[in-house]
T-cell receptor, first 116, second 113 residues
Framework: DTGVSQDPRHKITKRGQNVTFRCDPI?????LYWYRQTLGQGPEFLTY????????KSRLLSDRFSAERPKGSFSTLEIQRTEQGDSAMYLC??????????????FGPGTRLLVL | AQSVTQPDIHITVSEGASLELRCNYS??????LFWYVQSPGQGLQLLLK??????LVQGIKGFEAEFKRSQSSFNLRKPSVHWSDAAEYFC???????????FGAGTRLTVKP
């Protein structure tokens, strides 16, 4: 098992463009999380999947953001019409268990987005 | 309001010295408590977690943390710091019925030779 992987690791885009990030969780992990981390801050929760169902979304996730997890495997996070304020590190994590709050979340290395 | 506070933005210690990183939380009930470490270019890695029971929790890499309910604190400690411990450390909390794990702002640890 190689852990959680994310692609790309870095993305530079111009304001107004759309970007899509991919996360491959640890195989058989049923839960998948997306976080955003800005400089000098801890990760902030964006959204959460249990298998293929998106169960929770943060108020941080504006309507320009959409996430999917088809077939309960990998997940994508798309940002439409990017803004400079979207520049951040986007982290993905996965976990397995019965009680989400108790589970260890395994994090990927993140995708660093810079919007010019 | 619910919050997680790490009062120290940056701490510098000498190699071999002891370390204590502070974490305070403000929640209506005792949450589940975690410490994660983030090294440059690496994903966050769990050091230890506390749910209930013994208030002194042992983790990986020689770290331990103590839960003090009266102080709403969950401080991370290590008796002797190694240069490889230089990283960013995050305290995090989660509630039983909430999938929204909340992180503190982090404490950056620098280790002097």
């Amino acid at each position: 098992d190689t852990g959680v992987s994310q692609d790309p690791r870095h993305k530079i885009t111009k304001r107004g463009q759309n970007v899509t990030f991919r996360c491959d969780p640890i195989s058989e992990h049923n839960r998948l999380y997306w976080y955003r981390q800005t400089l000098g801050q801890g990760p902030e929760f964006l959204t959460y999947f249990q298998n293929e169902a998106q169960l929770e979304k943060s108020r941080l996730l504006s309507d320009r953001f959409s996430a999917e997890r088809p077939k309960g495997s990998f997940s994508t996070l798309e940002i439409q019409r990017t803004e400079q304020g979207d520049s951040a590190m986007y982290l993905c994590a996965s976990s397995l268990g019965l009680v989400a709050a108790k589970e260890t979340q395994y994090f990927g290395p993140g995708t660093r987005l810079l919007v010019l | 309001a619910q919050s997680v506070t790490q009062p120290d933005i940056h701490i510098t210690v000498s190699e071999g010295a002891s370390l204590e990183l502070r974490c305070n939380y403000s929640y209506g009930a005792t949450p589940y408590l975690f410490w994660y470490v983030q090294s440059p270019g690496q994903g966050l890695q769990l050091l230890l977690k506390y749910f209930s029971g013994d208030t002194l929790v042992q983790g990986i890499k020689g770290f331990e943390a103590e839960f003090k309910r009266s102080q709403s604190s969950f401080n991370l400690r290590k008796p002797s710091v190694h240069w490889s411990d230089a990283a960013e450390y995050f305290c995090a909390v989660a509630l039983y019925n909430n999938n929204d794990m909340r992180f503190g702002a982090g404490t950056r640890l620098t280790v002097k030779p």
